[in-house]
């Protein structure tokens, strides 16, 4: 069965860095369109980035281009982002998907 699992969220500081994991089973990530999704309290959830079958990564939004990295390990099924100088407005919920499939999501706190 299709299954998407993140994981790696937890509370960072302003100017810190965290990666996120999504571990992927039921379905190789080398197949499907990947993306990351995030969701701040009381706003719509929005597309962060993608990562294609082919390994590039790509549409990334303007509020965490130049700050985040899409990535893959194909070897562990594991599609990976690396957030970089993290600010208070990144808070939310970080997710990620593929076509019908989303995970359940891990909480990113940004706080002093």
């Known amino acids: 069965q299709v299954q998407l699992v993140e994981s790696g969220g937890g509370l960072v500081q302003p100017g810190g860095s965290l990666r996120l994991s999504c571990l992927c089973s039921?379905?190789?990530?080398k197949s499907w369109l990947m993306e990351w999704f995030r969701q701040a309290p009381g706003k719509q959830r929005e597309?962060?980035?993608?990562?294609?079958?082919?390994?590039?990564?790509?549409n990334y939004s303007e509020s965490v281009k130049g700050r985040f990295t899409i990535s893959r390990d194909n070897a562990k099924n594991t599609l990976y982002l690396q957030m970089n100088n993290l600010a208070t407005e990144d808070t939310g919920v970080y997710y990620c998907?593929?076509?019908?499939?989303w995970g359940g999501g891990t909480q990113v706190p940004v706080v002093s």
């Open positions: 998907r593929r076509h019908g499939f």
């Open positions: 597309l962060l980035g993608m990562m294609t079958t082919d390994g590039t990564d790509k």
């Open positions: 039921g379905f190789s990530i």
